[in-house]
C-alpha cells in the first residue's frame, strides 16, 4: 500500500510546534543597562508617577495666570528656578525665572516662554506680553505613569524603548528569563569555511553565518559545532554533544531522505523525529522533534534545509515563533500589509510561496528575478516575503500580503 502523506499547511507545521514548546522557567536579575533582549519574567509596577511633580516644558517665566490677563503685565521676578532646583512659593505679583523641567514652584499654574517676555536690564523686572491660560507649558505629574500601574508585561522582549522606560521608574534591576541555550551544526561535506580555499566540488557555508546572527539577534547563547561529515555516526555523536546542556539544536542541510542525508536516522536513534513535507516555497522539508540526554528533559531539534534561502525563510517563519515560546517571551504575529504587486507571478504553485520583493519608490513591490531557493541575493535585495496562497497567480495591480523582513528579525 503506498500511502503518501499528505503536506502539512504552514499554519498547521506553526502550531504544533507552539503546542509543543516548553518555556524556560529559570530567571536571573539583570541590570536595566544590561537588559536588551531579553524576556521579562514579571510584571513591573510604578512605584513613582511621571514625572513627579508638575514640571515647566520650556525656558520662561513662571507665574499665576491671574496675575497677567492684561496681556502687559509687569511682574518683579522674586526667584530664579533651574532644573533639579526647588523654588519658593510665587507670591501674587510676583514671576520667577524658571528653566525646562524645573518644578513649578506652589502658587504658580502657568509658564510663559521666554520670548514672551521682556526683563530689564537688571532682571529684577519683567513684562509678561501674554495672557497665559492656567495650565499653560506645565507638564502635569503622572502625565505619563501613574503611581502603581503596569509598565511592562511579563513575556515582554526588553528593547531600547523598554529599558528607558524601566529607567523612568527608577527601576534598576529586571527578572528577565534565563538565555536559551541553542547548539548548531552544519552537515555537508562539501562545506568550507571562508578563509580557506574551495576544493572542487565545495561551496562555502553561508548557513553558519547566517544561523548564528539570526539567533544573535534573538538573544540566544549559541554554542556553534561547525560542519559535521556526511556520516550517520558522525551525526549520531554531534546530535549527542549538542544535546548535553542545550534546550534546543538547529542544523541545516540533509533532512530530504537521500543516501546522503543522515539527519532523520540519527534523529530516530538518539531521540524521537517528525519529518515534515510542509505546503511551502522555498523550504518544504522541516524536521522537528526531540534528543534524549541523561538529565532532566530531552533537548527540542530542528532541521533546516540545506538550501540558503529555505533555510532563512522556514527559520523565521517557524524556528523564530518557536524560539519565542521557549524563551517565555509573548507570541507576537508578525505585522502583514495588503500592498499592490508591480509584477506578474504566473508559476501558480500549489505550494504556499513566500516571494522575496522589494517595495519601490511608487509605493508597490517588485519581484526579485531569481525566486531560486538557493539564491541568497534575493534576500539582501528584499525588503520582505509576498506571502501567496496554493494556486494563485498574480497580475501587477493586484493586492497581496506583503510581511517585511523587519517583521520577522527580532
Ligand atoms: P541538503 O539539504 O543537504 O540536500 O542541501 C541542499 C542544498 O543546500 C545543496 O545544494 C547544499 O550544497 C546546500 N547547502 C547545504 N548546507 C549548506 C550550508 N551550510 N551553506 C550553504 N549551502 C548549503
Ligand atoms: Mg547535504
Not at 502657568?110 to 495672557?131: L, R, S
Not at 510542509?278 to 540545506?306: C, D
Request: proline share 5%.
Amino acid at each position: 500500500m503506498n500511502m503518501k502523506k499528505p503536506m502539512l499547511s504552514v499554519q498547521e507545521a506553526l502550531d504544533f510546534l507552539l503546542q509543543s514548546a516548553r518555556s524556560v522557567k529559570e530567571r536571573e536579575l539583570v541590570s536595566t543597562l544590561d537588559a536588551n533582549g531579553r524576556v521579562l519574567a514579571e510584571d513591573q509596577i510604578s512605584q513613582i508617577n511621571v514625572p513627579p511633580m508638575d514640571n515647566t516644558q520650556m525656558d520662561g517665566y513662571v507665574v499665576r495666570a491671574a496675575d497677567c490677563v492684561s496681556g502687559n503685565a509687569v511682574l518683579r521676578v522674586s526667584q530664579r528656578i533651574p532644573a533639579g532646583h526647588i523654588g519658593q512659593s510665587l507670591e501674587a505679583g510676583t514671576a520667577a525665572r524658571i528653566f525646562t523641567g524645573a518644578f513649578i514652584p506652589e502658587g504658580a499654574d502657568a509658564v510663559v516662554i521666554q520670548e514672551q517676555c521682556k526683563a530689564d536690564a537688571t532682571g529684577e523686572q519683567v513684562t509678561i506680553e501674554h495672557a497665559p491660560k492656567s495650565g499653560e507649558w506645565i507638564r502635569r505629574a503622572g502625565e505619563d505613569i501613574q503611581t502603581g500601574s503596569v509598565i511592562l508585561q511579563a513575556g515582554t522582549r526588553l528593547r531600547a524603548q523598554e529599558q528607558g522606560l524601566a529607567a523612568s521608574v527608577g527601576l534598576a534591576q529586571l527578572p528577565v528569563f534565563r538565555r536559551l541555550k541553542v547548539a548548531v551544526f552544519f552537515t555537508g561535506d562539501e562545506l568550507t569555511m571562508p578563509g580557506e580555499p574551495l576544493k572542487p566540488g565545495a561551496i562555502y557555508n553561508s548557513n553558519r553565518f547566517m544561523l548564528r546572527g539570526l539567533l544573535q539577534q534573538l538573544g540566544c547563547d549559541v554554542t556553534d559545532l561547525g560542519n559535521v561529515p556526511d556520516t550517520l555516526d558522525a551525526t549520531r555523536s554531534a546530535l549527542r554533544n549538542a544535546a548535553q546542556g542545550n534546550d534546543l539544536i538547529i542544523t541545516s542541510g540533509g533532512v530530504s531522505v537521500g543516501e546522503e542525508d543522515h539527519i532523520k536516522p540519527a534523529v530516530e536513534a538518539e531521540g524521537s523525529l517528525n519529518m515534515w513535507q510542509i505546503a511551502m516555497k522555498p523550504g518544504k522539508p522541516l524536521a522537528f522533534g526531540e534528543v534524549h540526554r541523561e538529565s532532566q528533559h530531552s533537548t527540542f531539534f530542528v532541521g533546516l534545509p540545506g538550501n540558503p534561502v529555505s533555510s532563512f525563510v522556514t527559520f523565521l517563519l517557524f524556528v523564530r515563533p518557536f524560539i519565542h515560546a521557549l524563551q517565555g517571551a509573548q507570541t507576537i504575529t508578525p505585522k502583514s500589509y495588503s500592498m499592490r504587486a508591480d509584477f506578474s507571478w504566473s508559476k501558480a504553485d500549489r505550494r504556499n510561496e513566500f516571494l522575496r520583493v522589494r517595495i519601490n519608490d511608487a509605493h508597490g513591490l517588485d519581484l526579485f528575478s531569481n525566486q531560486s531557493s538557493g539564491v541568497l541575493t534575493s534576500t539582501v535585495w528584499g525588503d520582505g516575503l509576498v506571502d501567496n496562497p496554493p494556486n494563485q497567480v498574480i497580475q501587477p495591480g493586484d493586492v497581496v500580503r506583503f510581511i517585511p523582513f523587519n517583521e520577522l528579525l527580532y
